[in-house]
């Protein structure tokens, strides 16, 4: 059974245009967390949040608590965007469980 | 600032040959964790530390020991490699529990043939 559930698994999208993905988790939570895995490999915290909305630049993170679900948009997609965004949740203390994640690409 | 930093990145491993693998932090953060991924699967927590001296098991311990003698260092060790440990293995640290952001290394790429 997985905790997290993430869609699409692949994304392919032409530069400028809206981007969403989804995450749907199963365990109550205090905070979900957005990740962004680099081509390259390296993993980085884009956001954590626990209700409504944050926006960081042209990336705006949503969650609805009451329905274990959060979003990930990303407005006017560029190339430098491509990469594999994560979702994860706080489970049983100190462990998280990690959605599979979403391989976005942007084309020129 | 250098923040996780991972070594080796890249490592060939016989089966049931041993290995050490080294995560150093340097924003004093409490909490220090290692995680394996693998293709079409999330990140899985194998061991992680909550303060210098401690460490507890994750989702996917077996096969692995950890070691975290010094606040800033948490040592991942294989004793007898197996290819199913064939892997990219992260670390990551955070300042407290898991609603903190968490800061990844860049991963070790490890293969067992």
């Known amino acids: 059974k997985n905790e997290v559930e993430q869609s699409p698994q692949n994304l392919t999208a032409q530069e400028g245009e809206f981007i969403t993905i989804n995450c749907s988790y199963s365990?109550?939570?205090?905070?979900l967390h957005w990740l962004q895995q680099h081509p390259g490999g390296g993993i980085v915290s884009l956001f954590m949040?626990?209700?409504g909305k944050k926006k960081h630049g042209r990336l705006i993170a949503t969650i609805n608590i009451q329905e274990k679900h959060s979003s990930l948009h990303i407005t006017a997609s560029h190339p430098r965007d491509s990469a594999v965004y994560i979702c994860?949740?706080?489970?049983?203390?100190?462990?998280?469980?990690f959605g599979a994640g979403t391989r976005l690409t942007v084309k020129p | 600032n250098a923040g996780v930093t991972q070594t080796p990145k890249f490592r060939v491993l016989k089966t049931g040959q041993s290995m050490t693998l080294l995560c150093a932090q340097d924003?004093?953060?409490?909490?220090m964790y290692w995680y394996r991924q693998d293709p079409g699967m999330g990140l899985r927590l194998i061991h992680y530390?909550?303060?210098?001296?401690?460490?507890a098991k994750g989702e996917v311990p077996d096969g692995y020991n950890v070691s975290r003698l010094k606040k800033q260092n948490f040592l991942l060790g294989l004793e007898s490699a197996a290819p199913s440990q064939t892997s990219v293995y992260f670390c990551?640290?955070?300042?407290?529990?898991?609603?903190?952001?968490?800061?990844f290394g860049d991963g070790t790429r490890l293969s067992i043939l």
């Open positions: 949040l626990s209700s």
């Open positions: 990551a640290s955070t300042r407290g529990d898991r609603n903190q952001p968490q800061h």
């Open positions: 924003m004093n953060h409490e909490y």
């Open positions: 530390s909550v303060g210098e001296g401690t460490t």
């Open positions: 365990v109550g939570i205090s905070a």
């Open positions: 994860a949740v706080p489970y049983n203390n100190n462990d998280m469980r």
